[in-house]
């Protein structure tokens, strides 16, 4: 079975400064699929950032970027420049991959992200 | 418009009552999921449906049961809430793409208490 762990409960950075949120996991298949969701006060659930465990580089999308370690099992989320906005829970998930269950997602326990002005 | 809506977005209840949670979405997405989340454990999928014909059981089904009445609607059960059944659910949706790189979009959530 696959498994996410966020080992951070609650961090902290100053706005403008970048921020790691880290993730690991556990998967005993090769191919799998790892995402990054925030989770503002509002509650909704927004979708970040994606990497697939054959991509050859490291995903980003504006001011994110995972820093995808494959050999190390981690997918830790780095957000640059960091803004007020960006004070949310943040979850690292996996796609429970397996033959034709592509689309399952396991998630993490999560981060709170606070930003200081 | 919303592409995925969930109704009600809050509800009390009672023990033993039963409840029935309903997800719509205009995404035209095949695949459908309702989740649980519980502070502290993240998200949990409870059912999940791949096409109007294919229901599965998630990690936490016990005490719950769908319906999918369309491809666009996907509605959770419970039939005799309990208060250990509080708890923020949410419904997504998503399209295959083959492989791994299906995102999932998800719904406003319902607030569920049971008392």
């Known amino acids: 079975a696959q498994k996410i762990t966020q080992t951070q409960p609650g961090m902290f950075v100053q706005e403008k400064e970048a921020v790691t949120l880290d993730c690991t996991y556990d998967?005993?298949?090769?191919?799998?699929?790892l995402f990054w969701y925030k989770q503002p006060s509002s509650g909704e659930m927004i979708f970040l950032i994606y990497?697939?465990?054959?991509?050859?580089q490291n995903a980003t999308e504006g001011r994110y970027s995972l820093n995808f370690q494959k050999a190390r099992k981690s997918a830790n989320l780095v957000i640059s420049a960091s803004q007020l906005g960006d004070s949310a829970m943040y979850f690292c998930a996996i796609d429970n991959a397996g033959g034709t269950s592509y689309g399952k997602l396991t998630f993490g326990q999560g981060t709170i992200l606070t930003v200081h002005p | 418009d919303a592409d995925v809506t969930q109704t009600p977005r809050n509800r009390i209840t009672k023990t033993g009552k039963r409840i029935m949670l309903e997800c719509s979405q205009t995404k035209g997405h095949d695949r459908m999921y309702w989740y649980r989340q519980d502070p502290g454990l993240g998200l949990r999928l409870i059912y999940y449906?791949?096409?109007?014909?294919?229901?599965n059981k998630g990690e936490i089904s016990d005490g719950y049961s769908v319906s999918r009445q369309a491809q666009a609607k996907f509605s959770l059960s419970l039939e005799s809430a309990i208060p250990n059944q509080t708890a923020l659910y949410f419904c997504?949706?998503?399209?295959?793409?083959?492989?791994?790189?299906?995102?999932?979009?998800f719904g406003p959530g319902t607030r569920l208490t049971v008392l």
């Open positions: 998967t005993s298949d090769p191919s799998y699929g």
């Open positions: 997504a949706t998503s399209d295959f793409l083959g492989g791994t790189s299906n995102e999932q979009f």
């Open positions: 449906s791949f096409d109007v014909k294919d229901i």
């Open positions: 990497q697939g465990s054959y991509d050859q």
